[in-house]
């Protein structure tokens, strides 16, 4: 018992808190776009955490725990993930590389300022 906390600790500890999984985001080509400006309910964007983080699984029904599988695989994670990042160490990362693209769908549209490129 005490090892699976060690283990689930450790897996949880890959997380940099950064929060972009859960914005919404879209995948166009070979980017995958992250709106600054709409996330989940349960996300706070000043401190980038959730504010349901033990509870999340049985409250919001969207939200998806990070497992080898999604690390291995979701397009949607950015490059930028500890657990993509931790799947590309091990050579088990086989999703496509995509470029991450931050929108703020608060501005107007055609605003230029409202798609910028991050890499
Ligand atoms: S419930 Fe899930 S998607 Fe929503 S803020 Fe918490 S971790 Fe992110
Ligand atoms: S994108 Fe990855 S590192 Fe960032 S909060 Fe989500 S799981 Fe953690």
Same mark, same amino acid.
């Given at each position: 018992?005490?090892?699976?906390? *060690?283990?689930?600790? #450790?897996? =949880?500890? *890959? $997380?940099? %808190? $950064?929060?972009?999984?859960?914005?919404?985001?879209?995948?166009?080509?070979? #980017?995958?776009?992250?709106?600054?400006?709409?996330? +989940?309910?349960?996300?706070?964007? !000043?401190?980038?955490?959730? *504010?349901?983080?033990?509870?999340? /699984? =049985?409250?919001?029904?969207? $939200? @998806? %725990?990070?497992? @080898?599988?999604?690390?291995?695989?979701?397009?949607? /994670? &950015?490059?930028? +993930?500890?657990?993509?990042?931790?799947? @590309? !160490? !091990?050579?088990? %990362?086989?999703? &496509? %590389? @995509?470029?991450?693209?931050?929108?703020?769908?608060?501005?107007?549209?055609?605003? =230029?300022? #409202? /798609? #910028?490129?991050?890499?």
């Amino acid at each position: 018992m005490r090892l699976f906390a *060690k283990a689930r600790e #450790s897996w =949880e500890n *890959k $997380c940099h %808190r $950064c929060g972009l999984c859960c914005h919404e985001k879209v995948i166009v080509g070979d #980017s995958v776009v992250y709106d600054l400006d709409s996330y +989940c309910p349960h996300y706070d964007p !000043k401190t980038h955490q959730c *504010k349901i983080y033990l509870q999340r /699984l =049985e409250i919001e029904q969207r $939200c @998806r %725990r990070v497992t @080898r599988f999604t690390a291995m695989f979701a397009s949607y /994670l &950015p490059e930028t +993930c500890g657990y993509v990042q931790d799947a @590309r !160490k !091990k050579h088990i %990362r086989f999703a &496509p %590389r @995509r470029k991450i693209h931050f929108a703020r769908s608060s501005l107007p549209s055609g605003d =230029e300022d #409202s /798609l #910028s490129i991050q890499f």
